[in-house]
C-alpha cells in the first residue's frame, strides 16, 4: 500500500509538471481508481515494485535532461539500481533511458550529457550490488555450489558457454566477481526463454503463444478510456511544456514491455 501512495505521488507530480495542475490531479484520480493499481497495490509482488522503482527513475532523468541538476541524476541511479534490484524486467530501463540520453545529447548538443549518464550506471551497479549485499563469488566456488550450478552440466555454472568463458578470460577462475547471482539471474531467464513458456489460448495449448493473445488481453485488462487517453496523450507530447522528447519517457518503457512481453 505505502508502493501505491509513492506511485501515486510520481504520477500526480509528474503530470502536473508535464501539464499542468489540472492534468495533474486528472491523473492522481485516474491513477487512484485503476483497478490494476487497487489490485496489485495490496498484494506482496515484485511486479508492483517494479513499476514504482521505474516510474521512480523515469522521473528524475526527465528532470535531469533539460536541467543537468546531479541530485536528480543521483536520484534517478539509487531508484534505477532499486528497480534492477526488484526483478529482472527492469533491464528494458537501460535502452530505454540510452536512447532517450542519446537522443537529448545529439539534439542538444550536449556530448556530455552521456558521459553523466555512463556515471549514473555506474551509480546504479553500486546500489544493486548494495541490495544483494556486496555480493561476490569466484567461478570456482560457484562450480561447487549447488543454487549455481547448471543441472547436468558438469559443475557449470551459465547455461550460456560463452558467458561463462568471457567472464573466466576477465576475472579468472578464483577472482571473486561482483554480482554473479544477478547475471546468473538473467542467463537462467534468457535459457527459459529459448525453451518457451506453456500458455493456453482458443483451444489450442503451446510454447510459442499467439500475437493476438496480447491484444485481446490489453482489451481486458485495460478500459477503453483508458487507451483512448494514451492516445491522446501521444498526440499532445508536442504541446507539452518541455517538447516531445523529454515526454517520452512517459511511454517508451511501457511500450517496450509490451512488445517484448
Known amino acids: 500500500i505505502a508502493l501505491g501512495v509513492v506511485l501515486l505521488l510520481y504520477v ?15 491523473a492522481l484520480l485516474l491513477g487512484a481508481l485503476n483497478p490494476s493499481v487497487l489490485a496489485h497495490s495490496t498484494i506482496a509482488a515484485n511486479d508492483f515494485g517494479l513499476v514504482v522503482f521505474s516510474a521512480a527513475s523515469l522521473f528524475p532523468l526527465w528532470r535531469w535532461l533539460p536541467t543537468g541538476a546531479r541530485g536528480s541524476l543521483a536520484w534517478c541511479a539509487v531508484m534505477l539500481g532499486c528497480a534492477l534490484g526488484s526483478k529482472l524486467t527492469a533491464l528494458l ?21 552521456i558521459g553523466w549518464a555512463l556515471l549514473g550506471g555506474l551509480a ?18 560457484a562450480r ?15 547455461h550460456s558457454e560463452r558467458l561463462e568463458h568471457a567472464l573466466e578470460s576477465v ?21 527459459q526463454a529459448r525453451e518457451g513458456h506453456s500458455n493456453y489460448w482458443r483451444g489450442r495449448v503451446s510454447d510459442e503463444g499467439a500475437p493476438e493473445f ?5 482489451l481486458i485488462k485495460n478500459r477503453e478510456a483508458l487507451s483512448l487517453l494514451l492516445l491522446l496523450g501521444l498526440l499532445s507530447l508536442s504541446r507539452t511544456a518541455r517538447g516531445a522528447a523529454h515526454e517520452a519517457a512517459l511511454y517508451a518503457f511501457p511500450i517496450v514491455l509490451f512488445i517484448v512481453f
Open 93 to 113: 530501463l537501460l535502452p530505454v533511458m540510452g536512447t532517450i540520453v542519446l537522443v537529448c545529447a545529439i539534439c542538444k548538443r550536449r556530448p556530455s550529457l
Open 144 to 158: 561447487v555450489h549447488p543454487r549455481f550450478t547448471v543441472k547436468g552440466g558438469g559443475g557449470q555454472v551459465f
Open 12 to 26: 500526480w507530480r509528474w503530470a502536473s509538471l508535464a501539464f499542468g495542475w489540472r492534468a495533474g490531479l486528472a
Open 124 to 141: 546504479a551497479a553500486g546500489v544493486l550490488w548494495l541490495l544483494y549485499l556486496g555480493e561476490a563469488l569466484s567461478l570456482e566456488s
Open 214 to 218: 496480447f491484444l485481446v488481453s490489453w
Open 171 to 191: 576475472f579468472g577462475p578464483t577472482t571473486p566477481i561482483p554480482l554473479l547471482g544477478f547475471l546468473k539471474g538473467i542467463d537462467y531467464q534468457l535459457d
